[in-house]
């Protein structure tokens, strides 16, 4: 953080602290495209200190959607001990699918590409979302329940597209559901 005094940093503690809650309500209210200048203004800083912080939307996305991101971690932790792989691995990914469509930003913070190479400047949600579901996958694909073709990119791929495909449709919760459901079972119908 800048300053070298403690003082300073305190100050800049709390800048960050002022501008994230803020950031939390806007992207909560208008989405991903929050206006950053809208967030500055009501935090009380400057637009400066707003990218200074978050140097860029996705860094402040990242930050909005992180203690979601390591409560969906901790759930799929959780969900590993079941007995039945396929339904730990389906139950973590509703659970995704509904805070995506409630967290209005997170599909957006997850879409972002991540930066080449450098897993720094990766995408942190992404990546840490990847890290908590590759054992509930891993297991549902030895146990045979899922096809070993399948991979946690893959998945979140397909819950960023359907939850940024409803989102302003009138259920956007049922609508992402109903179509999560659909691609993961397929178009045959059931036996």
Known sequence: MPGTGTGRRADARRNYAR?????????????????????ARTAGVGSATVRRHFPTRRALLEAVSRERIEALGLRAHTLAAGADSRGALLEWLDEVVAYCVTARGLAAALSYDTAGEDPVRGNTCAAALE????????????????????????????????????????EPATEANRLFHLAVTGLSPQN
């Open 19 to 39: 501008i994230l809650a803020v950031a939390s309500g806007e992207v909560a209210e208008h989405g991903a495209g929050a206006s950053l200048e809208q967030i």
């Open 131 to 170: 890290e908590a579901a590759a054992p509930l996958l891993r297991r549902a694909v030895q146990d045979g329940k899922v096809t070993p073709d399948a991979t946690v990119a893959d998945l979140i791929t397909l819950i960023v597209g359907i939850t940024l495909a409803t989102e302003h449709r009138p």
